[in-house]
């Protein structure tokens, strides 16, 4: 028995990228999802996949910005599986520019799903977790929190800020709640594509096809923490590609 397999668990931005590796990895090693995106179609593909392959997943369009639409996801796992035992906090946007570009509405989005939707998952699960006595939250973050370049200074922020958020959480989370920040670097997901600056977009998605690392390294890696023993709390994990300065 995996310390995966029975756990109930509830992923945002499941429909690609690093959330969609993150449950078809989880379902394969026996966890049951709750799978959460704004593209609904997507995140069906997902769980026909799951379910073809003898796993179990549910879906709902998850807003990470609405605050509702985060308990409703929650509420979904105590419905149909009547628990939850982690929530992967994945969902995040990257519309990068420089910050004279002035693209002040991408960095209120920004702000909006990187940082107030890991509020909202934290403010959704954790009475439930605490009514349970036990629980996990899995945020992914970025290596842009340790390391500030040109033109990622809000995403880097957005991402800064998720790491403080994390760290307060896992100290005041008690012997009974773990929390984990996952910090993925340059990783072979749409993320270039969010840019609307075209130099900035062509510039990463150059460097993501030189040196990207494949979102199941990132899933693999969130898997570690999760199934580790009840007692055992991974508070970070940073994974990048070794040709990444």
């Known amino acids: 028995m995996s310390g995966i397999e029975g756990k109930v668990v509830a992923v945002t931005g499941a429909g690609s990228g690093i959330g969609k590796a993150v449950a078809l990895l989880l379902a394969e090693r026996g966890a049951r999802l709750v799978l959460g995106g704004r593209r609904s179609d997507r995140l069906a593909e997902v769980v026909d996949r799951i379910g073809e392959a003898g796993g179990t997943a549910v ?9 509702g639409d985060l308990e409703a996801l929650v509420a979904l796992a105590g419905e149909r599986f009547g628990r939850l035992d982690v929530l992967v906090g994945n969902a995040g946007v990257g519309t990068v520019s420089p910050l004279d570009d002035l693209r002040v509405d991408e960095w ?11 509020l909202h998952g934290i403010g959704a699960a954790l009475p439930v977790f605490r009514a349970q006595g036990s629980g996990h939250f899995v945020m992914t973050g970025s290596t842009a929190a340790f390391r500030v370049v040109p033109a990622m200074a809000v995403y880097a922020g ?3 800020a998720v790491r403080a958020i994390c760290e307060g959480l896992r100290q005041e989370a008690g012997e009974s709640l773990r929390v984990t920040m996952v910090s ?4 072979a997901t749409e993320f270039a594509e969010a840019s609307t600056n075209g130099r ?8 993501r096809d030189d040196i990207a690392i494949p979102p199941e390294a ?9 199934e580790q023993p009840d007692a055992v709390d991974v508070g970070d994990i940073v994974v ?3 040709a990444q300065g």
């Open 200 to 207: 900035i977009r062509a510039e990463i998605t150059k460097r």
């Open 218 to 226: 990132i899933a693999r890696a969130i898997a570690f923490a999760i």
């Open 240 to 242: 990048r590609p070794t």
């Open 184 to 187: 993925p670097g340059m990783t």
């Open 158 to 160: 957005t991402k800064s």
């Open 59 to 67: 879906q709902i369009r998850t807003d990470v910005t609405r605050r």
């Open 108 to 118: 209120d989005r920004m702000v909006d799903v990187n940082v107030k939707g890991v």
